[in-house]
């Protein structure tokens, strides 16, 4: 099985990061950081090691919706950490400035992975066929023939999403739910305005995109995936109850 970026893509996607385009949704509210705040900041950037942020090496640009409600949409940055062939893991910032705010988590597998869970488990799973075969994900700033490699290999592969903090609702603190969020399956579904509203920040066009990625072979789905298209909506909620199987040892 191919790696999720070769060791020249990963060279190639440190090159060009794809500009700072994209601010964050909102200003969280809270005092301006005192004096003595910046000077620890600055004391840890230099001393302190930071190898776990390090992996973090590739840059997605795509869109999620809301389990249960396919109207409630929104961008989303992805910064991917590879941890071996088949298992990866992704921060979620709703922009690519310094602004920019973590809204969640995405956890990618390959389809050998996902074949292996539980029905119910499946239930919580999204493919990204029609994300790539669109045109809608994209790998800002690294050139296309290396974006069609890495596409290539995530058209196959199933992410789980979980949305921490809800700038797209204007949430100026992380309140509220964790929610699942889903992926994009058929053309019609995204909102063509947030859709040409991201193109014309990165300077692209995803229906160009779309066409260069025709060889891509769309892979069968496993039964299990995008479970919401049958109806069959997984959400997080609150509640005084505790789960058993979170505090198995």
């Given at each position: ?56 090496s590739t ?186 199987v979170a505090?198995?040892?």
């Open positions: 099985m191919n790696k999720f970026v070769p060791v020249w893509i990963l060279a190639l996607a440190l090159m060009g990061c794809g500009g700072k385009n994209s601010s964050s949704n909102i200003d969280a509210p809270g005092d301006e950081k005192t004096v003595k705040d910046k000077t620890l900041n600055a004391g840890a950037e230099l001393m302190q090691d930071k190898t776990p942020l390090k992996g973090f840059y997605l640009d795509g869109f999620h919706f809301y389990n249960g409600n396919i109207n409630s949409q929104m961008e989303a940055h992805h910064y991917v950490n590879q941890i071996n062939d088949d298992v990866y893991q992704a921060i979620i910032f709703d922009g690519n400035g310094k602004d920019a705010k973590i809204m969640g988590v995405e956890y990618i597998i390959t389809a050998p992975m996902f074949a292996r869970l539980a029905p119910e488990e499946k239930k919580l799973w999204h493919s990204h066929h029609h994300e790539v075969s669109s045109g809608s994900l994209i790998a800002p700033g690294i050139p296309e023939v290396a974006e069609h490699e890495l596409m290539e290999k995530l058209v196959s592969t199933y992410g789980k999403t979980i949305h921490t903090w809800h700038t797209d609702q204007e949430k100026e603190l992380p309140i509220g739910s964790p929610m699942i969020m889903m992926g994009f399956t058929k053309d019609g579904q995204l909102n063509p305005g947030i859709l040409r509203d991201r193109d014309k920040r990165f300077n692209i066009s995803s229906a160009q995109k779309k066409l260069h990625r025709k060889d891509i072979r769309t892979p069968e789905i496993i039964p299990g995936a995008n479970a919401w298209e049958k109806g069959e909506v997984r959400q997080l909620v609150i509640t005084d109850k505790v789960d058993s505090h198995k040892h």
